[in-house]
């Protein structure tokens, strides 16, 4: 069974430039989950989608921005990009959205702003 | 507000040399502890859960405790290859998200 994928795996962007990142599930999970991990930080999370819904979001502001397609694959936008959005953005999937239920996480998107 | 705590930050075991990681938390209606195993510039990648206190999971030289207010991770026999930051993330509540620990480096040498 193929794991979790994430696409770009690098990207380089400049101050106030958006981006979109994207994120394939394991095949049968409908929750996906993102977070960021900074050294300073390590991993925080942004928000999960179950359902096409927004389920939960982080303490991160309203520049940080995703979503879900019917077909349980999640895109995450940042928009007006900061040298603080430096950093590796990490996509996890589970079959539901349960206390219980294990997260897999995919491989990264590395970004990097200028 | 849920908080993990591991220790200690980085530990260097030379080949063989048997050690425990710890982590301490405080949350508010434990759902799982979750233990991942991250290696430079991937993903973390899922060792164990652990759901209540008293309960082990063994995975080759790994062995993962939990009590009322944290976990060990012991690691027997380390190789080289066991080399990696050792991440553990709460569930707690009603809420699906993982608040995790800063990690623990671990570095075995020959």
């Known amino acids: 069974k193929a794991g979790v994928t994430q696409t770009p795996r690098y990207l380089i962007k400049t101050r106030g430039q958006q981006v979109t990142l994207s994120c394939s599930p394991i095949?049968?999970?409908?929750?996906v989950s993102w977070y960021q991990q900074t050294p300073g930080q390590g991993l925080q999370f942004l928000f999960e989608?179950?359902?096409?819904?927004?389920?939960n979001k982080g303490n991160f502001p309203g520049r940080f921005s995703g979503r879900q397609f019917s077909n349980s694959r999640s895109e995450m936008n940042v928009s007006t990009l900061e040298l603080g959005d430096s950093a590796l953005y990490l996509c996890?999937?589970?079959?539901?959205?349960?206390?219980?239920?294990?997260?897999?996480f995919g491989p990264g998107t590395r970004l990097t702003v200028l | 507000e849920d908080q993990v705590t591991q220790s200690p930050e980085a530990l260097r075991l030379q080949e063989g040399e048997s050690s425990s990681l710890n982590c301490s938390y405080t949350?508010?209606?434990?759902?799982?502890l979750f233990w991942y195993r991250q290696d430079p510039g991937k993903g973390p990648e899922f060792l164990f859960t652990?759901?209540?206190a008293g309960e082990e999971k063994e995975k080759e030289r790994l062995k993962a405790t939990l009590t009322k207010k944290e976990s060990f991770l012991h690691i027997t026999a380390p190789k080289p290859e066991d080399s990696a930051t050792y991440l553990c993330?709460?569930?707690?509540?009603?809420?699906?998200?993982?608040?995790f620990g800063t990690g623990t480096r671990l570095q075995v040498t020959l």
């Open positions: 095949s049968g999970h409908r929750s």
């Open positions: 996890a999937s589970s079959l539901e959205p349960s206390g219980t239920d294990t997260q897999y």
């Open positions: 949350v508010s209606g434990l759902r799982g």
């Open positions: 989608y179950f359902s096409e819904t927004q389920r």
């Open positions: 993330a709460v569930r707690a509540g009603t809420a699906s998200k993982l608040t």
């Open positions: 652990l759901y209540s």
